[in-house]
C-alpha cells in the first residue's frame, strides 16, 4: 500500500521543544499508572504501549511479563453448562470488610491479627494522588495544545490514508473468501438485560404470555395474590388491544436530557407492575417471564450465527442475598447461551437505599456486593450456583445519570465508606475506586485460585464532569459512551495511546444526550481510538427485528462507513468484549493477542491489513514521539549528573 | 385539541394587496391546468383542492363529477389471478399512431377518413402553453415571495402545532386498540424490482442457486452455450467464496453524484453476465432465476402482512416484443402476490437505441412501448398474458439520470416525435408530454371498456433542471423524489395545494445525490406536502432484511419523528400506491377518499385526528386565500363592467 511517507516528522505539529518535553513527560506518566493498575487487576492494557514504555525504561518488554484476564471458555457441545460436579472445596478463609475493600485471611487467628492473605490491597491515598497526576495534566496548557495538535495530526492523516489506500483496502477485503460484514463476529457489549428485546417482541411476548397463562398468579401485592388476568384488569387494559403506542417503552423526543423520563420508559404502559411481572430476575414467579424472553433473544443471536450480547442484570447491594438470587434464576431457567455472556451492573443509587435505611453506611453496600463473590471464590460448595453463573460473567459496569451532579469532591481526604454515612450520594470516582479495589483483590485471589477473572467496564463519559473519564482511565478495562472525550483532547489522546476500548451507542445518545449528527464516533474511528458499536436499549431505541444491525446500518447509511470502517468497529467489539480466549482466537484468529496485521486474520475479521498496518505505524509513531522525549530527558539529566 | 387561533389573518405575511392577487391568480390558473390533466387521464386529484376551484367559480362540486382511477383488486382467495377464461372479445378497432400518440380507430375505413374514435387526444401545442405558463410563473417575484412566506408560515405553523398538541395526538394514538406503527399498512411505491432484495439475499440466492444448478445451461453467449459453472470458470470466481463485498453493488462514497457508478452496480462482481443470468426477465432461461428471487422477496412480505411493494420492471421500447414477454413471464411464473403490484418503468435511453440503430426515431419507441398496450386492450385475445399481466399493473415510470443535461428546449415548435430522428435524447418534458399522452388515451379507453387504468408516476425533481418537476405537476398522478422542490417555493407550494403524492428515499438520495441531513423530507411533511418513504433500491442502499422498516427507522431515528408522523406517512404510501379501491378501503378505512379527519379511520391508519384535523383546517386555509383573491377580483371586474 502505499505509505504516507512524512509520518514520522514532528516538524509540522509547531509546539516548542520545551512544552513538547513536558508534554510528553505526563502522558507518559500517566500511561504508566494506568499500566499499574490495569496489572494489578488483570486488566488488559495495550501491548504496543506497554512495548514503547518499556523500551523507555530500557527494559526488555517480554510475553511472559503480560498481564491478562482469563475467561472461562463456553462448554463445548454436549458439557452440560450448569453442571456441579468438580466444584472446589471450601478453603476455609475468612473474609472480612475494611474500608470498603473485602480482606482475605487464612483464617479466624489472621483477622484476629490483622495479617491478610498476601494480596495486593489498593489504598485510597495512592489512587487519589495518582488521580490527581492526571486530573492536574488534563488541564495542563503545553500539555493541551500538544494533544490538540497530535489529535489533529492523527484526523488529517486518517484522511490521507483514506484518499490514498481507500481502493486497494476494499481490494482486498473482496479477495477474501467467504467472508463480508454480514458473517464476522460482531459483540454487543452494552446492552442492558431488562431492555435488550425490541419494543415490539416485548408486546408480542406478552400478548403471547397471557393467552396461556391468564390465570397464572403473577404478582403478590400488599399480601394480595393477583393472576396475570386481575394485574391486567386493575390496569384497565387488555392485552390483546396494546400496541407498542400505548406500551410506551420507546425513547423519543421527550427523553432528551431527561434522564429520568427516560428511566420510566422501563415500565411497559407506565406501570412499575409489569416491570416487576416481565423484566425482573427476582419476583413472585421467580423471574419466569424475563428469562423466557432472554432465551428467545438468545435464540435469534444463536440463528444469527455471528452475532453475539452481553446483557447486564443488575445487582444493587440492599442486600447479600442479592447474588444467590440471581445466580438460582440463571441456573433454575438454563439461560446460558453460547451466544451470550453476562455483565452484572451496580446501580449508583446509594442515596436511596440510605434514605428508605436499607443500609447504615456505603461499606455495608459494598459489602452486600462483593462479600458474597469472595464467599463464593472461598467455598464455592456453599454457593453452588454462583460459582457456576460467574464462570459466564464478563464483569462489572457502574451506572446511572452521569449527569447528576456531587457535592462532594473525592480525594485522600474522602471519609472511608464505613464512614459514608450521610444521606448524600458519593461521587462518581469514589464509587469507581471502590467497585475498582474489590474487583481487583478478588481477581487476584481467583487468579490465584485458578478461577475466572472480571472486567471493568462501567458507563463513563455519557454526560457529566470530564472526571468520571479520568477516574475510569486507571480504573476501567474498557468504558461505555465515553462522549465527553470530545472535550478533553488531553484524556482523548491518553485513550488513543491507551487504546482504552470504547462501546459507543450513537442512537442512544441521539435519544438522551447528544444528536446523532454530532456524535464523535466517526471522529474517534478517525484518528484511531478503539471504538465500537453497541445497543444500549434496544426496547427504548430500535425499532427492527436486529438491533445490532440497525445500529450498524445506521452508522454506515449516516457516516458513510466503508466495509473495512465497520468490520474494523466489529473486531474492535470482539476484542473488548468478555469472550474467551478460545472465543477470540477462533472469531478473530490464533494471533489476535498481537497487535498490527501480524495480529490479523484477514480471513476471519475481514479488516484489511493496510488498514492494520496504518493503525500500527500510527500508534508506533505516536508513541515514540513521547519515548524520545523521555529518553532525551534521562540522557540530559543522567549527562548533568556526571 | 388546542387550535391555532389566528391562522386565518393574512396579514403577518408582510406582501401588497397587488402582489398578492397576483400571485393567488397565477397559482389558481395552475391549479386549474392540473385538473385538467388529472381528469383526462383519470389521475386523481385532491377533493379539498377541486371543492375550492370549483366555489371560486360559483360551482358546486359534485362526487359524481370527480374523475378516479380504475384498478383491479386482487383476486379473492381460491380464485386464480392467472385465469384466462371471460376474456373480452376482439373489437376490431384500428390503431394508428400519429404525433407520437397511439390513435383508435373504429375500422378501416375511419383510419382512411382520419376519423379517430370520439377520445381525447391530447396535442403538443395546447401542452407547451399549459407548460410555459407555469414556468413563467414559477419566475415571477410577486408569487415567489408569496409561496415562500406562506411555506415559512406553514412550517412555523406546525411548530406551533407539535408544542400544542403533541401530547394530545400521542394520548388519542395510546387509546387506538391493537393498531400501532408496526401494523398499520405501508407501500414501498418506489422499488426497482432489479433492486428489490438485499445484497446479502442476492449473494444467499446465487450461493444457493450453484448448488443445485451448476451444470445448467443459462447463458448464450456468442453463440456458444454456457452453464453456470462455466460462467463462474469464466469469471475466475467460486460462488462458495463469494462476498457482499466480491458481490459489490452496494452503493457509497463513490457513487455520490456518479449515476453511472451506480447503474454499474447493477452488476454483480461487475459482471454484465450475471446481472443477465439473475436480474433479467427475458434470458436464456426465461427469467428463472429472477422470478424466483422475486417470489421470495414477496413471501417475505406476506410473511410481514404489513408492508407492500410496488416493484418497477422496465419496458424499454426496442422492439414491440418486449410486453408479451414480459407478461409470459410474470404468467409462466406465476408472480402474482397480494403484497405486490406492479409498475412498468421506462428509461430515458432513445438516444442509445438511436446510435445502434435499433429504432429510426422517438415515435418508433413510442410506438414499442405503447402499441402492444393497445392492441392487449382492444383485443385482449391475441394478447391473453398481457391482458391479464395489465390487471396487476398499477402504471407508468418514467426513469434515468436527471441530471443529464439536454440541448433541446421543449415548446410548441419543438419536433414532432416521427421527425425526432437525430441521435440526440429528447429531453425530459418531451419525454413526459407523450408518455403521459398515450397513457391518457389509453386510460380513457379502458375505461370506456371496463378495464382498469394506469397511472403516471415518473422519477422527478432528483437532480437536474426545475422544468422537470413542472411537466410532472401537469401529467403525473405523483412522483418519485421531488429533491428539487427545494429550489422553487412556487412549485412547492404548487404541489402542497394540489397535494401531490411525493415518494421520497432519503437512503438513496443520501447515497447518489443529497446527503441525509440535507434532505428536505422532514421540512416537506411539516408543511404538509404528501409525502412518503420509499426503499428506490435495497440491494444498493440497505443492509437489513427488512428494507422499508429500515428507511423508516432511519427517518424516524435521525429527524426524532414521532408515531403521529411515520404513521401519517405510511398512510399516504398507501393513498399514492396503486393498490386497489377495495384494498385501499380495508387498509384506510371505508371513506378514505374523503379529505380530512372524516376519510381517516384512526384504528386503522393509527394517525391522530388532531393530526387530520390540522392538515385539512390548513389546506382550507391556504386554499381560502387563493380563492378569495381570484372571487374578490371577479367581482371587481363585473362591478366595473356594470
Request: aromatic content about 12%.
Amino acid at each position: 500500500h502505499l505509505r504516507l511517507m512524512y509520518v514520522s516528522c514532528l516538524f509540522p505539529i509547531q509546539i516548542t521543544v520545551e512544552d513538547y518535553e513536558q508534554a510528553a513527560k505526563s502522558l507518559f506518566k500517566a500511561l504508566l499508572i494506568r499500566e499499574k493498575y490495569s496489572k494489578l487487576a488483570y486488566q488488559r492494557f495495550c501491548r504496543t504501549t506497554a512495548q514503547f514504555l518499556r523500551s523507555s525504561q530500557n527494559m526488555r518488554w517480554s510475553e511472559e511479563d503480560e498481564v491478562l484476564p482469563d475467561m472461562c471458555p463456553h462448554p463445548k457441545d454436549g458439557e452440560d453448562p450448569y453442571s456441579m460436579e468438580n466444584i472446589p472445596e471450601n478453603l476455609n478463609y475468612e473474609l472480612k470488610m475494611k474500608d470498603g475493600i473485602v480482606h482475605v485471611y487464612d483464617n479466624a487467628e489472621a483477622v484476629r491479627e490483622n495479617r491478610p492473605r498476601d494480596l495486593p490491597y489498593p489504598d485510597l491515598e495512592t489512587f487519589a494522588i495518582d488521580l490527581s497526576h492526571v486530573l492536574a495534566m488534563i488541564a495542563d496548557g503545553p500539555t493541551k495544545t500538544y494533544c490538540h495538535r497530535r489529535l489533529n495530526f492523527l484526523s488529517s492523516k486518517f484522511y490521507l490514508h483514506e484518499m490514498l489506500n481507500e481502493m486497494a483496502e476494499l481490494k482486498e477485503l473482496k479477495s477474501v473468501p467467504h467472508r463480508d460484514f454480514y458473517n464476522v463476529r460482531k459483540v454487543d457489549t452494552h446492552i442492558h438485560a431488562a431492555a435488550c428485546m425490541s419494543q415490539k417482541h416485548l408486546l408480542t411476548f406478552i400478548q403471547k404470555t397471557y393467552k396461556t397463562d391468564a390465570d397464572r398468579v403473577v404478582l403478590e401485592k400488599a399480601g394480595q395474590k393477583m393472576t396475570l388476568q386481575q394485574v391486567f384488569h386493575n390496569l384497565n387494559k387488555d392485552p390483546y388491544d396494546l400496541t407498542v403506542d400505548s406500551l410506551d417503552v420507546h425513547a423519543g423526543r421527550h427523553t432528551f436530557h431527561r434522564f429520568d423520563k427516560f428511566n420510566s420508559k422501563y415500565n411497559p404502559v407506565g406501570a412499575s407492575e409489569l416491570r416487576e411481572i416481565f423484566l425482573k430476575t427476582d419476583n413472585f414467579i421467580n423471574g419466569d417471564y424475563f428469562a423466557r424472553i432472554i432465551k428467545e433473544v438468545a435464540h435469534d443471536l444463536e440463528e444469527s450465527k455471528y452475532q453475539h450480547a452481553e446483557p447486564r442484570l443488575s445487582i444493587y447491594g440492599r442486600s447479600p442475598d442479592e447474588w444467590d438470587s440471581l445466580s438460582k434464576w440463571f441456573i433454575n431457567h438454563k439461560l446460558h447461551s453460547p451466544n451470550m455472556r453476562w455483565m452484572i451492573q451496580v446501580p449508583r443509587i446509594y442515596d436511596i437505599f440510605k434514605s428508605k435505611k436499607l443500609v447504615p453506611n456505603f461499606a455495608k453496600m459494598l459489602e452486600n456486593i462483593f462479600l458474597p463473590l469472595f464467599e463464593a471464590t472461598v467455598n464455592p460448595q456453599k454457593h453452588k450456583e454462583l460459582h457456576v453463573f460467574l464462570k459466564y460473567v464478563s464483569g462489572f459496569d457502574s451506572v446511572d445519570d452521569e449527569s447528576k451532579h456531587s457535592d462532594h469532591m473525592f480525594s485522600f481526604r474522602s471519609p472511608k465508606p464505613e464512614q459514608w454515612t450521610t444521606d448524600d450520594n458519593p461521587p462518581y470516582s469514589y464509587y469507581l475506586f471502590h467497585m475498582y479495589a474489590n474487583i481487583m483483590v478478588l481477581n487476584n485471589l481467583r487468579k490465584e485460585l485458578g478461577l475466572s477473572t472480571f472486567q471493568f467496564r462501567p458507563h463513563c463519559g455519557e454526560a457529566g464532569s470530564i472526571t468520571h473519564l479520568v477516574s475510569a482511565f486507571l480504573t476501567s478495562d474498557n468504558i461505555s459512551h465515553g462522549l465527553n472525550l470530545k472535550k478533553s483532547p488531553v484524556l482523548q489522546y491518553l485513550y488513543y495511546l491507551a487504546q482504552v476500548p470504547i462501546a459507543m451507542s450513537p442512537l442512544s445518545n441521539n435519544s438522551l444526550f447528544l444528536e446523532y449528527s454530532k456524535n464523535p464516533l466517526r471522529e474517534f474511528l478517525h484518528k484511531g481510538l478503539c471504538v465500537s458499536l453497541s445497543t444500549d436499549d434496544p426496547m427504548q431505541f430500535h425499532y427492527t427485528k436486529e438491533p445490532l444491525m440497525e445500529e450498524y446500518a445506521i452508522a454506515a447509511q449516516l457516516w458513510k462507513l466503508s466495509t473495512c470502517d465497520v468490520c474494523e468497529i466489529a473486531r474492535n467489539s470482539v476484542l473488548q468484549s468478555g469472550l474467551s480466549h478460545q472465543d477470540k482466537r477462533h472469531f478473530l484468529g490464533v494471533s489476535y493477542q498481537k497487535d498490527g496485521p501480524e495480529g490479523n486474520d484477514i480471513r476471519r475479521t475481514n479488516v484489511a491489513q493496510i488498514r492494520m498496518a496504518y493503525r500500527h505505524e500510527t500508534l508506533c509513531n505516536e508513541l515514540s514521539f513521547i519515548v524520545d522525549a523521555v529518553k532525551s530527558e534521562e540522557h540530559l539529566e543522567s549527562s548533568t549528573q556526571c
